[in-house]
Protein backbone atom coordinates (compact mmCIF):
# COMPACT_ATOMS: atom_id res chain seq x y z
CA UNK A 1 0.00 0.00 0.00
CA UNK A 2 1.38 3.64 -1.41
CA UNK A 3 2.22 5.64 2.03
CA UNK A 4 1.90 9.45 1.02
CA UNK A 5 4.02 11.47 4.40
CA UNK A 6 3.62 15.00 4.93
CA UNK A 7 6.12 17.18 6.36
CA UNK A 8 6.73 21.26 6.61
CA UNK A 9 3.64 22.29 8.70
CA UNK A 10 4.39 25.02 11.68
CA UNK A 11 3.09 28.21 12.96
CA UNK A 12 4.01 31.17 10.78
CA UNK A 13 3.12 34.72 10.97
CA UNK A 14 0.11 36.55 9.22
CA UNK A 15 2.15 37.03 5.03
CA UNK A 16 4.63 34.67 5.93
CA UNK A 17 5.30 31.27 3.56
CA UNK A 18 5.67 27.81 4.42
CA UNK A 19 6.58 24.93 2.22
CA UNK A 20 4.96 21.21 2.66
CA UNK A 21 5.97 18.18 1.09
CA UNK A 22 4.46 15.26 0.54
CA UNK A 23 6.61 12.05 0.18
CA UNK A 24 5.32 9.30 -1.94
CA UNK A 25 6.23 5.52 -1.28
CA UNK A 26 6.32 4.82 -4.75
CA UNK A 27 6.76 6.12 -8.21
CA UNK A 28 4.44 9.54 -8.16
CA UNK A 29 3.32 9.20 -11.87
CA UNK A 30 1.35 5.73 -10.41
CA UNK A 31 -1.39 8.79 -9.69
CA UNK A 32 -3.14 10.46 -12.43
CA UNK A 33 -3.26 13.10 -9.68
CA UNK A 34 -1.92 14.42 -7.25
CA UNK A 35 -3.42 16.87 -4.49
CA UNK A 36 -3.67 19.28 -1.48
CA UNK A 37 -6.40 19.51 0.79
CA UNK A 38 -7.33 21.20 3.80
CA UNK A 39 -9.12 20.89 6.51
CA UNK A 40 -10.29 24.29 8.64
CA UNK A 41 -11.38 23.56 12.19
CA UNK A 42 -14.80 22.49 12.03
CA UNK A 43 -15.19 22.65 8.16
CA UNK A 44 -14.97 20.14 5.46
CA UNK A 45 -12.05 19.02 4.08
CA UNK A 46 -11.56 21.30 0.77
CA UNK A 47 -9.10 20.42 -2.45
CA UNK A 48 -7.00 23.66 -2.59
CA UNK A 49 -4.24 22.82 -5.27
CA UNK A 50 -3.40 19.70 -7.89
CA UNK A 51 -1.24 18.32 -10.07
CA UNK A 52 -1.63 15.79 -13.09
CA UNK A 53 0.20 13.29 -14.53
CA UNK A 54 0.74 16.35 -17.29
CA UNK A 55 1.82 18.91 -14.99
CA UNK A 56 -1.42 20.85 -15.46
CA UNK A 57 -2.23 22.55 -12.04
CA UNK A 58 -5.07 23.62 -10.68
CA UNK A 59 -6.17 26.07 -7.57
CA UNK A 60 -9.17 27.00 -5.29
CA UNK A 61 -10.22 30.26 -6.12
CA UNK A 62 -9.11 31.19 -2.26
CA UNK A 63 -5.33 30.76 -3.11
CA UNK A 64 -4.67 31.54 -6.63
CA UNK A 65 -1.77 33.65 -6.82
CA UNK A 66 -0.35 32.65 -3.22
CA UNK A 67 -0.17 28.71 -3.85
CA UNK A 68 1.74 26.89 -6.00
CA UNK A 69 2.15 23.32 -6.27
CA UNK A 70 5.04 21.22 -7.88
CA UNK A 71 6.39 18.22 -7.67
CA UNK A 72 10.40 16.26 -7.84
CA UNK A 73 9.96 13.13 -9.84
CA UNK A 74 13.08 12.30 -8.90
CA UNK A 75 12.31 12.37 -5.33
CA UNK A 76 8.59 11.02 -5.82
CA UNK A 77 7.80 14.07 -3.82
CA UNK A 78 4.90 16.81 -4.30
CA UNK A 79 5.20 20.19 -3.21
CA UNK A 80 2.77 23.01 -1.89
CA UNK A 81 4.08 26.23 -1.76
CA UNK A 82 1.99 28.70 0.41
CA UNK A 83 2.86 32.51 0.42
CA UNK A 84 0.87 35.72 1.76
CA UNK A 85 -0.31 33.37 4.27
CA UNK A 86 -3.97 34.49 6.21
CA UNK A 87 -5.24 33.31 9.04
CA UNK A 88 -8.14 31.81 7.26
CA UNK A 89 -5.60 29.16 5.64
CA UNK A 90 -5.01 27.86 9.54
CA UNK A 91 -6.15 23.88 9.12
CA UNK A 92 -4.74 20.59 8.31
CA UNK A 93 -3.12 19.99 5.17
CA UNK A 94 -3.52 16.93 3.51
CA UNK A 95 -1.77 14.76 0.84
CA UNK A 96 -3.70 12.50 -1.94
CA UNK A 97 -3.46 10.76 -4.64
CA UNK A 98 -5.91 9.38 -7.48
CA UNK A 99 -4.96 6.45 -9.70
CA UNK A 100 -5.70 5.61 -12.81
CA UNK A 101 -9.71 4.58 -12.75
CA UNK A 102 -10.76 5.60 -9.63
CA UNK A 103 -13.24 8.17 -9.00
CA UNK A 104 -12.13 10.46 -6.41
CA UNK A 105 -8.69 10.70 -4.73
CA UNK A 106 -8.04 7.29 -2.97
CA UNK A 107 -4.75 7.67 -1.17
CA UNK A 108 -3.94 9.56 1.49
CA UNK A 109 -1.32 11.24 3.79
CA UNK A 110 -1.94 11.54 8.02
CA UNK A 111 -2.28 15.41 7.23
CA UNK A 112 0.11 18.55 8.70
CA UNK A 113 -0.65 21.04 10.79
CA UNK A 114 -0.57 25.07 9.23
CA UNK A 115 -1.59 27.24 11.96
CA UNK A 116 -1.37 31.48 10.63
CA UNK A 117 -1.40 33.62 13.62
CA UNK A 118 0.38 36.36 14.82
Known amino acids: QVQLVESGGGLVQPGGSLRLSCAAS????????LGWYSQPPGKERELVAS???????RFADSVKGRFTISRDNAKNTVYLQMNSLKPEDTAVYFC????????????WGRGTQVTVSS
Open 26 to 33: ENIFNFNS
Open 96 to 107: AGQRPGVTGYDS
Open 51 to 57: INVGGRT
